[in-house]
């Protein structure tokens, strides 16, 4: 299958190698999708496995462990009233209420880890000052299972503001053993998903329809950490 980006797990780092987000002019979205990180249900608190038929039959990819805390740390951006526009367009394909921004890996954590975990993380964000994103293209996207596969809107304007938020995060993953976000990382928010890959690859929404979203701007002023059942958030200077 042919890839839009190659995710590495490298720890590589380099500040001086800027990865840029390719812009390309379409009508219609790219017919090709990109291998994402697995997606356990990193937003679950323990719990006995669930039959498939209870949650749209999604399939889970990391199974319960006691004591582990899905721990992850994303920013917020609020598509509601301009994502009902697109709603025509999206048929056949699960609607996602609530967009994110990923900026680490999911990872698991100890209870007694979390309550230093989410400090060093505000300590290290503390210097990042709010900022404007903008979105720049639609792209699908799969999972490496190839159970899930997504709409996704890629991040244009903000690209080296998420960046460097990352980058913050990753320094505190290395010191919890932890792996590092994907390299070269491409920030995008999921609207849609379908367990049907060519669900996703087959829709068919022009540039026109979306460019009242590509033509907004969206103010970051928080980033959020979720543990388990547990949230908190960082307000950016």
Same mark, same amino acid.
């Not at 042919?2 to 790219?30: C, F, G, H, M, W």
């Not at 697109?86 to 100890?110: A, M």
């Not at 959020?224 to 958030?233: A, D, L, P, S, V």
């Given at each position: 299958?042919?890839?839009?980006?190659?995710?590495?797990?490298?720890?590589?780092?380099?500040?001086?190698?800027?990865?840029?987000?390719?812009?390309?002019?379409?009508?219609?979205?790219?017919?090709?999708?990109?291998?994402?990180?697995?997606?356990?249900?990193?937003?679950?608190?323990?719990?006995?496995?669930?039959?498939?038929?209870?949650?749209? +039959?999604?399939?889970?990819?990391?199974?319960?462990?006691?004591?582990?805390? *899905?721990? &992850?740390? &994303?920013?917020?951006?609020?598509?509601?009233?301009?994502? +009902?526009?697109?709603?025509? &367009?999206?048929?056949?394909?699960?609607?996602?209420?609530?967009?994110?921004?990923?900026?680490?890996?999911?990872?698991?954590?100890?209870?007694?880890?979390?309550?230093? /975990?989410?400090?060093?993380?505000?300590? *290290?964000?503390?210097?990042?000052?709010? /900022?404007?994103?903008? /979105?720049?293209?639609?792209?699908?996207?799969?999972?490496?299972?190839?159970?899930? %596969?997504?709409?996704?809107?890629?991040?244009?304007?903000?690209?080296?503001?998420?960046?460097?938020?990352?980058?913050?995060?990753?320094?505190?993953?290395?010191? &919890?053993?932890?792996?590092?976000?994907?390299?070269?990382?491409?920030?995008?928010? %999921?609207?849609?998903?379908?367990?049907?890959?060519?669900?996703?690859?087959?829709?068919?929404?022009?540039?026109?329809?979306?460019?009242?979203?590509?033509?907004?701007? /969206?103010?970051?002023?928080?980033?959020?950490?979720?543990?388990?059942?547990?949230?908190?958030?960082?307000?950016?200077?």
């Amino acid at each position: 299958m042919t890839s839009i980006v190659d995710y590495s797990s490298s720890d590589d780092n380099d500040d001086n190698d800027e990865p840029q987000l390719k812009r390309k002019a379409s009508t219609e979205i790219l017919n090709q999708t990109v291998k994402l990180p697995k997606l356990p249900c990193f937003f679950d608190v323990q719990q006995p496995p669930v039959p498939s038929d209870k949650h749209n +039959n999604r399939v889970r990819t990391v199974a319960h462990t006691y004591d582990s805390w *899905a721990t &992850y740390v &994303y920013c917020k951006v609020d598509l509601s009233d301009e994502l +009902n526009a697109l709603s025509g &367009y999206l048929k056949d394909v699960e609607c996602i209420e609530e967009q994110h921004i990923s900026l680490s890996r999911p990872v698991y954590l100890r209870k007694y880890q979390l309550d230093q /975990f989410a400090q060093e993380i505000k300590e *290290a964000l503390a210097h990042i000052s709010s /900022f404007s994103i903008a /979105f720049a293209q639609l792209a699908p996207l799969t999972n490496d299972e190839k159970t899930r %596969s997504f709409l996704t809107l890629e991040i244009g304007t903000g690209y080296n503001e998420l960046q460097q938020c990352m980058k913050c995060v990753d320094k505190i993953m290395l010191q &919890y053993h932890k792996p590092v976000f994907y390299h070269p990382p491409r920030f995008h928010t %999921s609207i849609a998903w379908s367990l049907n890959q060519q669900q996703v690859e087959s829709l068919s929404i022009p540039s026109s329809a979306i460019q009242h979203i590509t033509h907004q701007t /969206f103010f970051i002023s928080k980033i959020y950490i979720k543990m388990g059942n547990r949230t908190e958030h960082i307000s950016l200077a």
